[in-house]
């Protein structure tokens, strides 16, 4: 109801945890994993597939190294895998083999979790790194990839479209298993602005996502698509609006979103918002009061009216003390009935 911008009896909650702040709830609540999620408030469950998935969900030792099927060599740092080798090392694809988004096991997780949870929670199906950071962050490098978008557009339009390839055929398949809502994006803007120029991203990425959003509305036409970026992506907002996204996220409060008010009055009537609690500061550094103060200032902003799931700007992270948790699972959970009362 909330994405359909009708307004439900509470604003919907999905919060995402690193692993390490999940296995410190996990030790309190004796359960884990998506079941820990949805026993602290969550409404939905996300299952990820595709190529960041491979890298996010692999944790190995420090300093030990493994290759993903996409040929991309990754080394464990602080307790995550990074990438430190990629396989398009020279503009050129020719040789290259693009793994098969038709294997049935890729569908093993999302069967799963359409079984235990669908009767009663939302299913989101995760294809993030869809273009853009799929290159720069795995297959290429990332200043030589974004060299690639202005020096040599042709090598860069045929990753962008073996990408396209690989996640529409991905993102049907997950449709087909009947789940509610496809995320796709990428990590394209910083703290002010885009990493690209928007004109570029119009002409390379917006055409391929068209196609790819098309072929998931002739699979299903009621599936809702959520477009993710970090940063601030206003700039392309219209772009989105054009391209039929419903609902886009994590709405970090930096850059010209710093005004949450502004956005929703702007763009509310077209799409719905999950985000926009500070994770880089508040949370971390925050007291609980602040913490709380802050809950109440985006319900405010973006739930009035519906069209709105709450979620803090990103993960919550390592860095956010247990007692900030439990003020903003305590404060969402103190405000988010509708009609809203902040008293």
């Known amino acids: ?31 884990a994993g998506r079941d820990l999620e949805i026993k602290l408030g969550n409404d939905g469950v996300i299952v990820q597939i595709g190529i960041n998935a491979e890298y996010s969900h692999k944790v190995v030792p420090d300093g030990e190294r493994w290759t993903s099927e996409w040929g991309v060599t990754y080394e464990g740092m602080r307790g995550i895998s990074q990438p430190v080798d990629h396989p398009l090392k020279e503009p050129d694809v020719s040789g290259y083999i693009w793994p098969d988004p038709h294997k049935p096991e890729r569908m093993a997780e999302i069967k799963q979790a359409m079984a235990r949870y669908h009767s009663d929670y939302a299913v989101m199906v995760d294809l993030s790194c869809t273009f853009l950071e799929a290159g720069y962050a795995h297959l290429r490098g990332m200043e030589k990839f ?3 978008l202005h020096l040599s557009r042709d090598f860069a339009c045929q990753v962008l479209d073996g990408l396209n390839t690989y996640y529409t055929a991905l993102g049907v398949h997950a449709i087909e298993q009947g789940i509610d809502i496809i995320r796709i994006g990428d990590d394209i803007a910083g703290q002010n602005g885009m990493l690209v120029p928007p004109k570029l991203w119009r002409e390379l990425v917006k055409p391929r996502m068209e196609s790819m959003i098309h072929a998931f509305r002739k699979a299903n036409p009621n599936i809702i698509v959520k477009y993710h ?34 956005i929703k009055a702007k763009y509310g009537d077209k799409l719905a918002f999950l985000g926009g609690l500070d994770t880089q500061q508040l949370l971390p550094n925050g007291s ?23 979620m803090p700007g990103h993960y919550v992270n390592l860095d956010v003390p247990l007692e900030n948790v439990w003020a903003l699972l305590s404060a969402v959970h103190d405000y988010r009935r509708y009609p809203l009362n902040f008293d």
């Open 229 to 262: 970026s970090c940063g601030d992506f206003s700039a392309i907002i219209p772009d989105l609006i054009d391209l039929g996204v419903d609902f886009i996220g994590t709405m970090q409060p930096c850059g010209q979103q710093v005004d949450m008010a502004a």
């Open 1 to 31: 109801m909330a994405i359909k911008h009708q307004q439900p009896d509470l604003v919907p909650l999905f919060i995402r945890y690193v692993g390490a702040v999940s296995s410190k709830l996990s030790r309190i609540h004796g359960i």
């Open 288 to 310: 609980p009061e602040e913490v709380r103060e802050a809950v109440k200032d985006v319900l405010r902003s973006y739930a009035p009216g519906g069209g709105y799931v709450f």
């Open 146 to 148: 974004m060299m690639d």
